[in-house]
Nanobody
Framework: QVQLVESGGGLVQAGGSLRLSCVAS????????MGWFRQAPGNEREFVAH????????YYTDSVKGRFTISRDNAKNTVYLQMNSLKPDDTAVYYC????????????????WGQGTQVTVSL
């Protein structure tokens, strides 16, 4: 069992930055691929990024490449999402999630989810 708690969301102007954190409980955090997803009002939850259990492999959706960076610290049971050059289109609730899959951008592959943190980007 893994419990995930996100933090770091907030209101930021376009072009600004935020760093999201997701702290996991449980001793098996380092064995999971971790992902970030987001959901804007009226939209389906969409994949943002994922990182392998050892941190050596990352993958991003095209719309955030070059602006967002996913990383993890297994000693702290924490995964991060550094978001730079934010745009109003990035406004959403951001969720972290854990999967036993080697890598996946599929919502259904993720077994554990956090409660989400709101990110709002203003003009």
């Amino acid at each position: 069992q893994v419990q995930l708690v996100e933090s770091g969301g907030g209101l930021v102007q376009a072009g600004g930055s935020l760093r999201l954190s997701c702290v996991a409980s449980g001793r098996t955090f380092s064995s999971y691929t971790m992902g970030w997803f987001r959901q804007a009002p009226g939209n389906e939850r969409e994949f943002v990024a994922h990182i392998s259990w050892y941190g050596g492999s990352t993958y991003y959706t095209d719309s955030v490449k070059g602006r967002f960076t996913i990383s993890r610290d297994n000693a702290k049971n924490t995964v991060y999402l550094q978001m730079n050059s934010l745009k109003p289109d990035d406004t959403a609730v951001y969720y972290c999630a854990a999967t036993s899959s080697i890598s996946s951008n599929n919502y259904g592959a993720y077994k554990y989810w956090g409660q989400g943190t709101q990110v709002t980007v203003s003009l």
